[in-house]
């Protein structure tokens, strides 16, 4: 079971990035997937969730700028970010969950915004 994220990088205020986050390995469909940050210093926080079925969950800091989607036949969810901030740098992770059976995380990735 894996998951691999990509889609970090340094970015400009204002500008725009798109996380994907794979996942390999499942031998059952996943429930819920989602993504979560973490910046310096600071707990990691939800920043927007989807359903097997597309309902959707959003942090108040990232509504009306973040927009999280995934693909269940190829078990992918993205996270297109635009009108970045710096308060949005943070390492971005993915996550998955299948109900009554587990949790998992994938690795990682930096996403920086600068001033």
């Known amino acids: 079971v894996q998951l691999q994220a990509s889609g970090g990088g340094l970015v400009p205020a204002g500008g725009s990035l798109r996380l994907s986050c794979a996942a390999s390995?499942?031998?059952?469909?996943?429930?819920?997937m989602g993504w979560f940050r973490q910046a310096p210093g600071k707990q990691r926080e939800l920043v927007a969730t989807?359903?097997?079925?597309?309902?959707?969950n959003y942090a108040d800091t990232v509504k009306g700028r973040f927009t999280i989607s995934r693909n269940n036949a190829k078990n992918t969810v993205y996270l297109q970010m635009d009108s970045l901030k710096p308060e949005d740098t943070a390492v971005y992770y993915c996550k998955a969950q299948k109900r009554l059976i587990g949790v998992y995380w994938g690795q990682g990735t930096q996403v920086t915004v600068s001033s």
């Open positions: 989807i359903t097997s079925g597309g309902s959707t």
């Open positions: 390995g499942f031998r059952f469909r996943i429930d819920d």
